[in-house]
């Protein structure tokens, strides 16, 4: 079955501190993965997209890798911010169909102070 | 670039009442998804459309739900009769090409049913 499994489930840190986030699925044949974010209240916002040939894409200070031979990818968040705040969902596709992406649960993330 | 716009952002209802939801999608997309979210059950697909043509509607519930596109820049999707268990986050999103670029989200209807 395809699916995609998030950690931590939640992710509490320090303004300023960097962090980690973690993606593993199981989607065969894989075609791309995603990282998300999104805001409490509102529509999820896209941060990186990677296809089978990329390990590492960065958007600003996010930086996402994916490694396919593993089916492992990260999303590492540089000199965290207030905004930062949020959900961040790894979504998977596979080659069957672009469009049906299989959503993680999403990694719950709360920078403090 | 406007965004994907929805509409309208809240609705309260009563059950039993019809429920429209509306959606422009980005100008020069050509794929339009709906997605349905809670928090039990997360995102879900619930229609896709390309080229204002449902591709997949495997995702919508039950009959009650329906969804047309009848030209590149609207999307309705409609709940009659509405009941409780609809109550959800109802996202429009669109893209170029069939899926494979980025999908850009609108900021969701929120739906209550009374």
């Known amino acids: 079955k395809n699916q995609v499994e998030q950690s931590p489930q939640s992710l509490i840190i320090l303004e300023g501190k960097n962090c980690t986030l973690q993606?593993?699925?199981?989607?065969?044949?894989?075609?791309?993965l995603r990282w998300y974010k999104q805001d409490t209240g509102r529509g999820p916002v896209s941060l990186t997209i990677m296809t089978f040939s990329e390990n590492t894409k960065s958007n600003g200070r996010y930086t996402a890798t994916l490694d396919a031979d593993t089916k492992q990818s990260s999303l590492h968040i540089t000199a965290s911010q207030l905004s930062d705040s949020a959900s961040y969902i790894c979504?998977?596709?596979?080659?069957?169909?672009?469009?049906?992406?299989?959503w993680g649960a999403g990694t719950k993330l709360i920078i403090k102070p | 670039d406007a965004g994907v716009i929805q509409s309208p952002r809240h609705e309260v209802t009563e059950m039993g009442q019809e429920v429209t939801l509306r959606c422009k999608p980005i100008?020069?997309?050509?794929?339009l998804f709906w997605y349905r979210q809670t928090m039990m059950r997360g995102l879900e697909l619930l229609i896709y459309?390309?080229?204002?043509?449902?591709?997949?509607d495997s995702g919508m519930p039950e009959d009650r739900f329906s969804a047309k596109m009848p030209n590149a820049s609207f999307s309705t999707l409609k709940i009659q009769p509405s009941e409780p268990r609809d109550s959800a986050v109802y996202f429009c999103?669109?893209?170029f090409g069939r899926g494979e670029n980025t999908i850009y989200f609108g900021e969701g209807s929120w739906l209550t049913v009374v």
């Open positions: 979504v998977v596709s596979g080659m069957d169909s672009n469009y049906q992406l299989i």
């Open positions: 100008s020069g997309h050509n794929s």
């Open positions: 993606c593993n699925y199981t989607v065969s044949p894989f075609s791309n």
């Open positions: 459309f390309n080229n204002n043509v449902p591709i997949d």
């Open positions: 999103a669109s893209s």
